[in-house]
């Protein structure tokens, strides 16, 4: 069955995964990608979003990677969609953007920076899409109850809250688990976005650094603390990745993190 709705993404007793190369940089890669894990997810019973940038507005440098071109990722992104019958999810950062993709996506994700911006918020409740908005790495978990107010407002009840790490000095992020239960009680899907939380903003370098090693421990602690879902960034290799690369988690490791985290969601049930 396609995944139309939240309801579709919670109809397993399973968490259910958002996950995906950072950025779309060319059809093979997308399409290997997500052959690989959807393989995956279906023989564990997790419901699954594939996820892909279609371009990347907020990067570090000038020079730094933002895309291959909008429609054409785009269209990469509903190739994916039709060819696996997942449903696909992708950024948008201004207003104007979400109609052009809600053409191609069926989850339009709203980055943690722009989390507060009132006519993105409602210009992605106005398709009709499901809208997941990330927490802004400055705001208390209690304050994404009136991001989330603003898509319902205008009409569009498919909502979801993503953790991503709060700002902790001026390199680093922290998950504080206490905001999954607490965003919970809004009566939203709440996901913990793994990799981005693992992240090293503003390196000297002008390139954000990472964790990687990490990403195993942070998702073990969503699942034991009864996460709704994941978000990953994966890639084949995440050396030559052309965006966030420090943080993403190898695609061939992906099967036994999966299965671990399986298990643990099956033990607190």
């Known amino acids: 069955m396609?995944?139309?709705t939240i309801s579709d993404?919670?109809?397993?007793?399973?968490f259910f995964l958002l996950a995906g190369p950072c950025v779309i940089e060319g059809e093979d890669m997308a399409l290997r990608i997500a052959e690989?894990?959807?393989?995956?997810t279906d023989r564990l019973d997790i419901p699954y979003v594939f996820k892909g940038?279609?371009?990347?507005?907020?990067?570090?440098?000038?020079?730094s990677f933002t895309g291959i071109g909008d429609e054409k990722a785009l269209k990469i992104l509903a190739k994916v969609r039709d060819t696996f019958g997942v449903p696909v999810?992708?950024?948008i950062h201004s207003a104007d953007e979400a109609a052009m993709a809600a053409e191609y996506v069926d989850v339009l994700q709203i980055p943690a920076f722009l989390c507060r911006q009132t006519d993105l918020l409602v210009a992605a409740a106005k398709t009709g899409k499901m809208v997941n908005?990330?927490?802004?790495?400055?705001?208390?978990?209690?304050?994404?109850?009136?991001?989330?107010?603003k898509v319902v407002e205008a009409g569009n009840s498919q909502v979801m809250l993503t953790e991503r790490g709060t700002t902790f000095g001026y390199q680093d992020l922290i998950v504080d688990y206490r905001?999954?239960?607490?965003?919970?009680?809004?009566?939203?899907?709440v996901i913990l976005d793994v990799t981005h939380s693992l992240q090293k903003p503003n390196q000297t370098s002008g390139v954000t650094g990472g964790m990687p090693q990490l990403i195993e421990t942070i998702a073990k602690a969503g699942i034991a603390v009864g996460v709704d879902g994941l978000f990953l960034e994966t890639h084949e290799d995440p050396s030559v990745a052309k965006s966030d690369g420090a943080n993403m988690l190898k695609l061939d490791l992906l099967e036994g993190l999966l299965e671990k985290l399986v298990r643990i969601r099956q033990s607190i049930r």
């Not at 993404?9 to 399973?14: A, C, F, G, H, W």
């Not at 690989?36 to 995956?40: E, F, L, N, P």
């Not at 940038?53 to 020079?63: F, H, Q, V």
């Open 133 to 149: 908005i990330k927490k802004g790495q400055f705001l208390s978990p209690g304050a994404m109850r009136f991001a989330a107010d």
């Open 179 to 189: 905001g999954i239960p607490e965003m919970q009680t809004f009566g939203h899907p």
């Open 53 to 63: 940038s279609y371009r990347k507005a907020n990067r570090s440098r000038l020079d």
């Open 36 to 40: 690989k894990v959807v393989k995956i």
């Open 9 to 14: 993404l919670k109809q397993s007793d399973n």
């Open 89 to 91: 999810v992708t950024d």
């Open 2 to 4: 396609m995944i139309q």
